[in-house]
């Protein structure tokens, strides 16, 4: 069985710029939730997703935005890029609320 | 909003020894996580704890939830290793049936032949 997939594995990108991020579920899974994790403040929480409805935000700023399709892929999108953006980007995906959440292996995002 | 709060936050331990990562939290939650990540990868499931009293084991490694005391310990019985991780306990963020988890800052173990 296929795990949850996160492209790119890795990107480089300039400040200002914007990036988008991609995670495809484990089939069947229909909650995506997406996490920053950062050597400073460890692993936060940005937001969840769950058939196409986001049900919980982190507190992160509008800069950082989300979506999921019909199929659950979800995406996840920085605009105007700022060096502290720079982390490891981690998508888990789970059948819902009181279930167990499986990680992708991450997008390592390193902003110039 | 749960907090979680781990201790010790950094490990260093012999083969053989036996030892307990605590994790503590702020709010009420019947469920409690456990994930493992080692160096550069992601972050592996280790237990799913979903009431109060559950105990899971899986080779060296059980974990327990006390939803009462809102704590969580991960016991690892004659350490190998191969063990050697870094180690999250998460929570819910919030109730109402939504996802997202608040994680700890995670033990870094080091476990030395």
């Known amino acids: 069985k296929a795990g949850v997939t996160q492209t790119p594995r890795y990107l480089i990108k300039t400040r200002g710029q914007q990036v988008t991020l991609s995670c495809s579920p484990i089939?069947?899974?229909?909650?995506v939730s997406w996490y920053q994790q950062t050597p400073g403040q460890g692993l936060q929480f940005l937001f969840e997703?769950?058939?196409?409805?986001?049900?919980n935000k982190g507190n992160f700023p509008g800069r950082f935005s989300g979506r999921q399709f019909s199929n659950s892929r979800s995406e996840m999108n920085v605009s105007t890029l700022e060096l502290g953006d720079s982390a490891l980007y981690l998508c888990?995906?789970?059948?819902?609320?009181?279930?167990?959440?499986?990680f992708g292996q991450g997008t390592r995002l390193t902003v110039v | 909003e749960l907090k979680v709060e781990q201790n010790p936050l950094f490990l260093s331990m012999q083969e053989g020894k036996n030892y307990t990562i605590y994790c503590n939290y702020s709010?009420?939650?019947?469920?409690l996580y456990w994930y493992r990540q080692d160096p550069g990868k992601s972050l592996e499931s280790l237990f799913v704890?979903?009431?109060?009293?559950a105990v899971k084991q899986e080779g060296r490694l059980m974990a327990s939830l006390d939803t009462k005391a809102r704590l969580s310990t991960l016991h690892i019985t004659a350490a190998v290793h191969d063990l050697s991780a870094t180690y999250f306990c998460?929570?819910?963020?919030?109730?109402?049936?939504?996802?997202?988890?608040?994680f700890g800052k995670g033990t870094h173990l080091i476990i030395q032949p």
């Open positions: 998460a929570g819910p963020i919030s109730g109402g049936g939504a996802d997202g988890l608040t």
């Open positions: 089939s069947g899974h229909r909650s």
């Open positions: 709010t009420t939650s019947d469920r």
């Open positions: 997703y769950f058939s196409e409805t986001q049900r």
């Open positions: 704890l979903l009431s109060n009293g």
């Open positions: 888990a995906s789970s059948r819902g609320a009181n279930t167990e959440a499986f």
